[in-house]
């Protein structure tokens, strides 16, 4: 009996090191969080956010971004909607800037936004293990990716197959916290800024505010435009891009070595030629990025970081098709 006690054991202890090497845990409530609710909340969102707030409906969860009147990206959000609330998630660094550009539309809409941050804790689970650490953990399997449910007062929102945020009261993040966290390897925001370099998910910070319109971000190719709906702010030029234009401009996925940072340059025979968007995590191989680059530059030979003598960019796929002619 205790030998196969200790087998057990054993294959338990494995199986342990497994879900810790396959699943991050990350304390994301330092991360953006704005509430919108009252009788007009929709439709004051439909009028600002490059999304279909109808189509919120159910249990969807949806990228949506919100631009300038020039139709240069100010924020990127991940939105969804639970008992008559909306839900903005965001860099961290966006908290107060994207709050007061919003407020500045409501006027008289009966809509009203708040820092929803001090009062709704999150975490996020990254990773290939996240469906065997949930049901280790006594939970229920994770929404489908783009979907979020509702399970023991947490509201579970699947960003894809290997990112789920989760979200509720402090008291009860605690306690699942305390349940996964044997289960898993601690993570950094870092590390979700990594999963999202890896997704293809061009996420704008505060250094990144209003440089590009949301097709060079690829926002059109991950389903966070709407070319269906109505006005909003921005909506003149996104239209017309997509239907008159080309964009010339658009997000891939490189590797470079050294420490790229955001908004650094990237020179193609000594001219600008393209700018980084985020940063993922370094390792012996080098750092993952986005960048938005001039495709036509990309087509004549290679780009370097910061400088012509700079190291050389190395492309990386992406989880969805980009057209580079």
């Avoid at 919100?66 to 008992?83: E, I, N, V, Y």
């Avoid at 990594?194 to 704008?204: F, K, L, Q, W």
């Amino acid at each position: 009996m205790a030998v196969v006690t200790a087998h057990h054991d054993a294959k338990q202890t494995h199986e342990m090191i497994e879900l810790h090497n396959a699943t991050t845990l990350i304390d994301l409530s330092a991360r953006t969080l704005i509430r919108v609710t009252g009788a007009e909340s929709a439709t004051f969102l439909q009028g600002q956010l490059t999304q279909d707030v109808g189509a919120l409906e159910g249990s969807r969860a949806l990228w949506a971004a919100h631009c300038s009147p020039k139709g240069r990206m100010l924020a990127s959000f991940l939105m969804w909607q639970t008992d008559g609330q909306i839900w903005l998630d965001a860099s961290a660094d966006l908290a107060e800037p994207a709050l007061r550009r919003l407020r500045m539309y409501v006027l008289r809409a009966k809509a009203t936004l708040e820092d929803a941050r001090t009062t709704v804790s999150r975490l996020g689970l990254c990773g290939p293990g996240i469906a065997a650490a949930l049901k280790t953990a006594g939970c229920a399997d994770a929404p489908a990716p783009g979907t979020h449910d509702q399970q023991e007062g947490l509201t579970r929102v699947a960003l894809s197959a290997q990112r789920l945020l989760l979200a509720g009261p402090t008291a009860a993040i605690s306690l699942l916290q305390a349940r996964l966290a044997p289960l898993c390897q601690p993570g950094t925001l870092q590390d979700w800024t990594a999963a999202a370099v890896r997704e293809g998910i061009a996420e704008i910070t505060l250094a990144t505010q209003d440089e590009w319109i949301p097709q060079m971000l690829n926002w059109d190719l991950i389903g966070g435009v709407s070319f269906k709906k109505g006005c909003y702010t921005g909506q003149e030029i996104v239209a017309r891009t997509h239907y008159l234009g080309k964009v010339k401009r658009r997000l891939l996925r490189f590797r470079v070595a050294g420490h790229p940072e955001i908004g650094q340059e990237l020179l193609h025979a000594g001219s600008p030629a393209g700018k980084v968007v985020l940063v993922g995590t370094a390792s012996a191989q080098g750092s993952e990025l986005l960048a938005v680059i001039q495709l036509e530059a990309w087509a004549h030979g290679p780009l370097a970081l910061g400088s012509t003598e700079g190291p050389l960019l190395e492309l990386l796929p992406l989880p969805y098709p980009v057209a580079l002619d």
